[in-house]
Nanobody, 117 residues
Framework: QVQLVESGGGLVQPGGSLRLVCLAS????????MAWYRQAPAEQRYLVAA???????NYADSVKGRFTISRDSANKMLYLQMNNLKFEDTALYYC???????????WGQGTQVTVSS
């Protein structure tokens, strides 16, 4: 069974940075389009950044220019570098397959990002 374990969240002031990490126990990780999602309280979960097996990336407009997704397929790791964080980035962040290319795996517990002064 695929396990996704997210880490790296925390409390940060506006303008600060965090790096999220996802470890995926997925044998064919290298061949999957992967993504980061976030869900704020009382809101739907939505995709913020995605990356193809070859490294092509795309981002939600709300994070474009501030967030960078990357992957280390050899070690089955997915990263999200978040810079210039804003209050509205506060959410629970998850990694998973890019659901535009297939059904999601079982969701992990996510990692909480809180932007507060």
């Amino acid at each position: 069974q695929v396990q996704l374990v997210e880490s790296g969240g925390g409390l940060v002031q506006p303008g600060g940075s965090l790096r999220l990490v996802c470890l995926a126990s997925l044998n064919n990780f290298a061949f999957n389009r992967m993504a980061w999602y976030r869900q704020a309280p009382a809101e739907q979960r939505y995709l913020v950044a995605a990356i193809t097996p070859s490294g092509t990336t795309n981002y939600a407009d709300s994070v474009k220019g501030r967030f960078t997704i990357s992957r280390d397929s050899a070690n089955k790791m997915l990263y999200l570098q978040m810079n210039n964080l804003k209050f509205e980035d506060t959410a629970l962040y998850y990694c998973n397959r890019d659901t535009r290319s297939g059904s999601p795996f079982k969701w992990g517990q996510g990692t909480q990002v809180t932007v507060s002064s």
